[in-house]
């Protein structure tokens, strides 16, 4: 990666994108102030040694106490496969790499970093390599220069640039950000998703179901999960989704707390929201990713589904009289096998092991990760280090509770980032709505490339396992998605 402090490279940077060179440079004299340096350190140390020590004079901040937290309504949403600079990269004050990075492919040619312009879908790519093995190829001992190593092509190496993403980016630019967030393991969907409500995988490194691990044929054990916990604890819960309901992975039990999107827009409405609620977007579609439908953001479905479906929610949650004690947390599942250049830690975990190839503390990439919330700084980002344990530890904390794991118990609370000590900001600030983000997608008209399997998550359908359990199965429709959904289908599909 470059480094500034190199003149050779620096120049080299220069020459192909000088207004990156600009960003990269005014962004480390900025982290240098925040660190308390005098701008000059922002030469002489690495943009590692900067960032972290910036991170740490942002933690100083005290925590108020449990009791005296004014924020009693959580919300998670999770969305799906992308990484921090891939989305994100181009915020002033974040540490993001876009434009002039350069990797190799296995065949030994460089292909540069470039803006995905009307690029929404990835139609004729492949869906990027985000495995277990996978993302440690990618990451290559630390130089995360691997992303072409893998079977992918350019697409992964794609960036969005401001103004390209119809929500997030304006979400990020009003709220706090998180530039250090990794998504909790260097692997898949379900993993990942299993780690944002229990703190663990139960050893799982890829998307197999439940049943197919021994010792699990009911599904992971309810009892380790933060819904049980908040049950034990007498918190109100409840999980909220589409179609494909991630909690089914914990069984019976898990569906006992599973409920639609509707009845969270209802909820957000009439001021009714449990103290805990977690938000997923819907995975597949009755006419599947091919045409752009699906609303996760997942390739190949169109990203601007999954950011219209993200302003429904965040818009229902602003318009909520819950907002003014509430805090949104958006995040992604993992990085997708898009491009970052950030290397991520190793954490205590469960499951750690020497070996780099078996660790389960091997955190994955970045992810684009911000929160909504009346006590977060509007434009701020946040250096920390946090994961989906970080969200789980500020919960644990908010109602009294004791941590799921190693995981959760060693992570750092990501209340830090919040400002205690400002008076809210109650006025909601002025953010895209889903008819304005939405467009009509690639393959309308064309053909976007076949994916070798179907959805990670669609597995529970076809596989018989939510039939197992009693659930019945129904593709997404927009009337199941979104609370206006004719202003979304016109949006999506213009008239002839």
């Known amino acids: 990666m470059t480094d500034l402090r190199d003149p050779q490279q620096a120049e080299r940077l220069e020459h192909a994108a000088p207004d990156e060179a600009m960003r990269r440079r005014e962004f480390l004299q900025r982290t240098a102030m925040t660190a308390g340096l005098a701008a000059g350190a922002a030469s002489l140390l690495s943009p590692e040694t900067l960032v972290a020590q910036a991170a740490q004079m942002q933690r100083r901040v005290a925590l108020p106490s449990p009791r005296n937290m004014p924020i009693d309504t959580f919300v998670v949403l999770q969305m799906e496969n992308r990484s921090f600079d891939h989305y994100l990269g181009w915020m002033p004050n974040a540490d993001g790499r876009q434009a002039g990075l350069s990797f ?23 869906d990027p390599d985000h495995s277990w093995g996978g993302g440690r190829e990618q990451l290559n001992g630390g130089a995360c220069d691997g992303f072409l190593k893998t079977g992918n092509d350019e697409f992964a190496l794609g960036y969005y640039a401001e103004g390209d993403l119809g929500f997030i980016q304006d979400a990020a630019k009003a709220f706090t950000t ?42 992971f054990p309810f009892e380790t999960t933060i819904w049980y916990a908040l049950q034990q604890a007498g918190v109100s819960h409840q999980y909220f989704h589409v179609d494909l309901p991630v909690s089914a992975l914990w069984g019976a039990k898990g569906l006992s707390v599973t409920a639609t999107v509707a009845d969270y827009f209802a909820a957000c409405a009439a ?5 805990v609620s977690f938000v997923d977007p819907y995975f597949a579609c009755s006419v599947g990713e091919g045409p752009g439908a699906s609303g996760d953001e997942h390739p190949h479905g169109d990203v601007r589904m999954g950011q219209a479906y993200m302003a ?15 805090a949104l947390f958006i995040v992604y599942d993992e990085w997708g096998g898009f491009y970052d250049h950030v290397a ?10 020497p070996d780099i190839n078996k660790d389960y503390g091997l955190m994955g990439f970045r992810i684009p990760a911000l929160v909504v919330s009346p006590y977060v700084r509007r434009g701020y980002v946040s250096h920390s280090t946090y994961g989906f344990e970080s969200i789980l530890k500020m919960i644990e904390y908010r109602f009294g509770m004791g941590p799921l794991n190693t995981r959760d118990e060693h992570a ?3 209340a830090r980032a919040f400002d205690w000590r400002s008076k809210p900001r109650l006025a909601p600030p002025d953010l895209p709505r889903p008819e304005m983000v939405v467009s009509q997608p690639c393959s309308i008209g064309g053909t976007a ?16 396992y939510l039939d197992s359990l009693g659930y019945d199965y129904k593709p997404a429709t927009p009337e199941k998605a979104f609370r206006e959904p004719s202003k979304v289908v016109e949006a999506f599909v213009p008239a002839a």
């Open 344 to 353: 991520p830690p190793r954490v205590p975990d469960l499951r750690n092991d």
């Open 104 to 126: 190799e492919d296995t065949q030994g040619a460089m292909h540069e970093t470039h803006r995905l312009t009307a690029e929404y879908q990835g139609c004729g790519h492949p």
């Open 412 to 414: 750092r609370n990501i």
């Open 178 to 219: 998180f530039d250090h967030f990794h998504c909790s393991l260097m692997g898949s969907t379900l993993p990942n998703r299993e780690y944002m409500h229990a703190a663990q995988s139960y050893g799982n490194q890829d998307n197999n179901l439940p049943p197919q691990d021994p010792g699990y044929e009911t599904g």
């Open 449 to 464: 490339e076949e994916r070798p399997a179907e959805h990670d998550l669609l597995s529970m359908a076809t596989s018989g």
């Open 271 to 275: 001021g009714t929201l449990p103290s």
């Open 312 to 326: 429904d929610v965040v818009h229902a949650f602003m318009e909520s009289p819950q907002f003014a004690r509430g």
